[in-house]
């Protein structure tokens, strides 16, 4: 497995075709953990910093022991020294409960391998998208942290599960929406919608996971004149919208072409001016993303 | 470890000390799979055909290779003789979607420890219990099956949280509540009421995982001149019961004694009773339950 990497808390590379963690993980057993997966190119992780913030966020979320920051950068610089490869990499930081029943020792590693060609290919061709009640009332997140909204916990199955059903009815992708419309993100993504020279995203207090790269692209567009804003969106307003992006690592910036099944405004001329923005960003940084104080 | 055990699909026992699953696993790094977790006592796995068939309807909502029943079997015969202890065994069977990206042959295997002390001592006392939201309309669920109601995936972080949760406010345990008031499940355990002569329980289509616990009591109440309804219950129900009741393999048939915070009517003679009608089930049916057909 010469496209996959594995590299420890301590530094040091494993072999990531050999098993690395027990049956008993709670991790494994009950999605009790949290994680982050990171965007490396040309050997530089991107939005480092601000993964490894969230990392921590959701590490207190599910009371996990704190991540340390800098053991996590020792880690990501073993993996992508490891990788050694042209292409992109998608560098997941997992942190784990540890062995059942309390957890002992959180369980840490880096897992690395390529973007998905499929991946890829949607960031030039766009996506289908299709919309898919969660359920649960926005205004309860806040009252209820053990619905763990807004944190990356290894719980994924029903991200996993949102996506396959959206494939299973011939589009690529979803947004998750609130029972009052509210459209709340993707399944491994952010919702950015572009309006009038305003770029907006769902305010993180409705239960979504704040984006790094939703973050990253606010910040270079705002320096090219955009305005930004976090507002409450509904569906009403990506079909009025002059752009509709689903934004993450493996995502950069990927317009919706439809929604549920029906055309939107076509926003290739957009998407390339905000992925242009978004890149220019790690054009000159590669270096000085590894000189970043750890925090 | 002498008190764990660990045997694999083919019927071997493997150390539960080393690591067995690979840091790409998706059932790790997604909660992307599925799990059930079996009472074993006087080496007699308790109700491993209703086990086993939860097991593939979760592994059918998750798109996951079928399990296969057989199989299985022989993976837990081979941790029961493995385990070889008087206590009893809580064995945990984990059917994973296998390696990233897309999950290659499926991650299997059983992992067993006994009982925690906790568990058992709560049994005995009772618990206090909390009402948590979950957020969702049960009317909901089944018209959205991304949202995984009523499956045992990996994906339990929010399980987890809802008993720390609990825990942090005093009590010891949790039940769900939908928006309108409906109870819904324990985070680990389906929630019985009696009234009258009549044991109910929340209806599956509500979005709630069928018991097995309680599909045994049930049918072992329901021999004993009990009636046994499944009815949508409020937390008015609750405080009017003659008794309030938590199961599951691990829970058996542990006593509610109060309600956020206010004690319910004493049931402990209600809970004798239950628990022997259900103990009464495997009293001679050890060698029986070996001798099922496969299915």
Same mark, same amino acid.
């Given at each position: 497995?010469?496209?996959?990497?594995?590299?420890? $808390?301590?530094?040091?590379?494993?072999?990531?075709?050999? %098993?690395?963690?027990? #049956?008993?993980?709670?991790?494994?057993?009950?999605?009790?953990?949290?994680?982050?997966?990171?965007?490396?190119?040309?050997? #530089?992780?991107?939005?480092?910093?601000?993964?490894?913030?969230?990392?921590?966020? /959701?590490?207190?979320? $599910?009371?996990?022991?704190?991540?340390?920051?800098?053991?996590?950068?020792?880690?990501?610089?073993?993996?992508?020294?490891?990788?050694?490869?042209?292409?992109?990499?998608?560098?997941?930081?997992?942190?784990?409960?540890?062995?059942?029943?309390?957890?002992?020792? %959180?369980?840490?590693?880096?897992?690395?391998? %390529?973007? /998905?060609?499929?991946?890829?290919?949607?960031?030039?061709?766009?996506?289908?998208?299709? @919309?898919?009640?969660?359920?649960?009332?926005?205004?309860?997140?806040?009252?209820?942290?053990?619905?763990?909204?807004?944190?990356?916990?290894?719980?994924?199955?029903?991200?996993?599960?949102?996506?396959?059903?959206?494939?299973?009815?011939?589009?690529?992708?979803?947004?998750?929406?609130?029972?009052?419309?509210?459209? $709340?993100?993707?399944?491994?993504?952010?919702?950015?919608?572009?309006?009038?020279?305003?770029? @907006?995203?769902?305010?993180?207090?409705?239960?979504?996971?704040?984006?790094?790269?939703? #973050?990253?692209?606010?910040?270079?567009?705002?320096?090219?004149?955009?305005?930004?804003?976090?507002?409450?969106?509904?569906?009403?307003?990506?079909?009025?919208?002059?752009?509709?992006?689903?934004?993450?690592?493996?995502?950069?910036?990927?317009?919706?072409?439809?929604?549920?099944?029906?055309?939107?405004?076509?926003? @290739?001329?957009?998407?390339?001016?905000? @992925?242009? $923005?978004?890149?220019?960003?790690?054009?000159?940084?590669?270096?000085?993303?590894?000189?970043?104080?750890?925090?």
């Amino acid at each position: 497995m010469t496209d996959r990497v594995l590299a420890l $808390l301590d530094g040091t590379l494993a072999d990531p075709a050999a %098993p690395l963690v027990r #049956a008993g993980d709670l991790g494994l057993m009950r999605g009790d953990g949290v994680f982050e997966t990171v965007l490396v190119e040309d050997a #530089a992780p991107r939005e480092l910093t601000a993964h490894l913030a969230r990392l921590v966020r /959701s590490a207190g979320a $599910l009371g996990l022991p704190a991540p340390h920051p800098a053991a996590w950068r020792r880690c990501v610089a073993a993996a992508v020294a490891g990788w050694g490869r042209p292409d992109e990499l998608s560098l997941t930081l997992v942190h784990a409960r540890g062995t059942a029943p309390d957890g002992s020792a %959180p369980t840490s590693f880096a897992f690395g391998m %390529p973007v /998905s060609p499929k991946r890829r290919r949607l960031r030039g061709t766009g996506v289908a998208v299709l @919309s898919l009640a969660r359920g649960v009332d926005p205004d309860l997140v806040g009252r209820a942290p053990w619905l763990l909204h807004g944190v990356k916990s290894l719980s994924y199955a029903v991200n996993m599960a949102a996506t396959r059903y959206a494939e299973s009815q011939g589009a690529d992708d979803a947004v998750f929406t609130a029972p009052d419309g509210t459209v $709340l993100e993707g399944p491994t993504s952010t919702v950015v919608v572009a309006h009038d020279g305003v770029l @907006s995203t769902t305010p993180p207090d409705l239960g979504v996971l704040p984006g790094t790269t939703q #973050a990253a692209l606010f910040e270079a567009a705002e320096a090219a004149g955009w305005r930004v804003a976090a507002r409450r969106l509904a569906l009403a307003d990506l079909w009025s919208a002059d752009g509709v992006f689903l934004t993450s690592a493996g995502h950069k910036v990927t317009r919706v072409r439809s929604l549920d099944g029906t055309p939107l405004r076509d926003s @290739s001329a957009l998407a390339a001016e905000l @992925s242009g $923005l978004l890149e220019a960003r790690y054009a000159n940084r590669a270096v000085h993303s590894w000189n970043e104080a750890t925090t």
